[in-house]
T-cell receptor, first 111, second 116 residues
């Protein structure tokens, strides 16, 4: 079976830092992706981890611990436009790039 | 350029209609995907095409019929849909399907489908 857990909703203030956690229990693992999705729009790729450790990309960083089945997305210097749903997705199958998505975390950034 | 385009943006159809959704990418990607997304839910995989051949069908009802005419185009033919099929239909593509660990899927803007 497969299980990907994220908090349903988080709130934060403009300029702050927020960490969105994702835990997974999947039959296979071949990488973890974070996507951002604004309401009514397509998911946009943010980051990818396949090895343990931290990947940094500007204001966004993503961390992975494969032994713990755990990842987080760190957003720094929050802006109002960061209000969106953040989807954690695991690639399970070897040989194919199929993704299994978590239910997403709705982040609300307030002034 | 990481653009995937989809047409139409919005579609309203009756249960007896036949319509098609279209997806196009010019990134040279060889894998293309259809997802269905209901409100406040994550995308759910429907189909995967790998090198223009259907490689994964996630037990999707036959009223949804995918087609990949060439490496840049992906269609989803719709017939006799039900109101519960109303959703955002997302197309995605990735460079190479098998065994490429850094492969990333890029999504199109989606088609918002309403079935009356």
């Amino acid at each position: 079976g497969q299980n990907i857990d994220q908090p349903t909703e988080m709130t934060a203030t403009e300029g702050a830092i927020v960490q969105i956690n994702c835990t997974y229990q999947t039959s296979g693992f071949n990488g973890l992706f974070w996507y951002q999705q604004h309401a009514g729009e397509a998911p946009t790729f943010l980051s990818y981890n396949v090895l343990d450790g931290l990947e940094e990309k500007g204001r966004f960083s993503s961390f992975l611990s494969r032994s713990k089945g755990y990842s987080y997305l760190l957003l720094k210097e929050l802006q109002m436009k960061d209000s969106a749903s953040y989807l954690c997705a695991v690639r399970e199958r070897s040989g194919y790039s199929t993704l299994t998505f978590g239910k997403g975390t709705m982040l609300l950034v307030s002034p | 350029d990481t653009e995937v385009t989809q047409t139409p943006k919005h579609l309203v159809m009756g249960m007896t209609n036949k319509k098609s959704l279209k997806c196009e990418q010019h990134m040279g990607h060889r894998a293309m995907y259809w997802y269905k997304q209901k409100a406040k839910k994550p995308p759910e995989l429907m189909f995967v095409y790998s090198y223009e051949k259907l490689s994964i069908n996630e037990s999707v009802p036959s009223r949804f019929s995918p087609e990949c005419p060439n490496s840049s185009l992906l269609n989803l033919h719709l017939h006799a849909l039900q109101p519960e099929d109303s959703a955002l239909y997302l197309c995605a593509s990735s460079q190479t399907p098998p065994g490429v660990s850094t492969d990333t899927q890029y999504f199109g803007p989606g088609t918002r489908l309403t079935v009356l």
